[in-house]
């Protein structure tokens, strides 16, 4: 999705999957990352638990253009996304549980 307002937004062109009518929590994994595979697991959790939000996860070395671009370092990295697709948080690591619940509190108004 363009930029508007000069905010690069993501949409289903970036994410490969339509992004979720609230939030989206979009997890940037790599095929031998050990903490990739918790980290999906506990996204997948919270996304299920909150009405409108969407987990989806990329892989990073199909996707280097989309890594360059947002400047991805590490996997796991999650970016939670709000409604217009705006990036409201960013982590990089294995998430919490609560960190994830918290960080969607800033996404979904």
Same mark, same amino acid.
């Given at each position: 999705?363009?930029?508007?307002?000069?905010?690069?937004?993501?949409?289903?062109?970036?994410?490969?999957?339509?992004?979720?009518?609230?939030?989206?929590?979009?997890?940037?994994?790599?095929?031998?990352?050990?903490?990739?595979?918790?980290?999906?697991?506990?996204?997948?959790?919270?996304?299920?638990?909150?009405?409108?939000?969407?987990?989806?996860?990329?892989?990073?070395?199909?996707?280097?253009?989309?890594?360059?671009?947002?400047?991805?370092? %590490?996997?796991?990295? $999650?970016? !939670?996304?709000? &409604?217009? /697709? +705006?990036? *409201?948080?960013?982590?990089?690591? %294995?998430?919490?549980? $609560?960190? !994830?619940?918290? &960080?969607? /509190? +800033?996404? *979904?108004?």
């Amino acid at each position: 999705m363009p930029e508007q307002d000069g905010v690069r937004r993501l949409g289903a062109t970036e994410l490969g999957v339509e992004p979720g009518e609230r939030a989206t929590l979009v997890q940037f994994s790599s095929a031998f990352c050990q903490p990739c595979r918790a980290t999906r697991r506990t996204l997948e959790e919270v996304a299920a638990m909150v009405d409108g939000v969407t987990h989806v996860e990329i892989d990073a070395e199909d996707n280097l253009a989309l890594v360059r671009e947002l400047d991805i370092r %590490q996997t796991p990295t $999650v970016l !939670v996304l709000d &409604a217009e /697709g +705006r990036i *409201v948080r960013r982590a990089a690591g %294995q998430p919490r549980r $609560v960190d !994830v619940i918290a &960080a969607l /509190g +800033r996404a *979904v108004v």
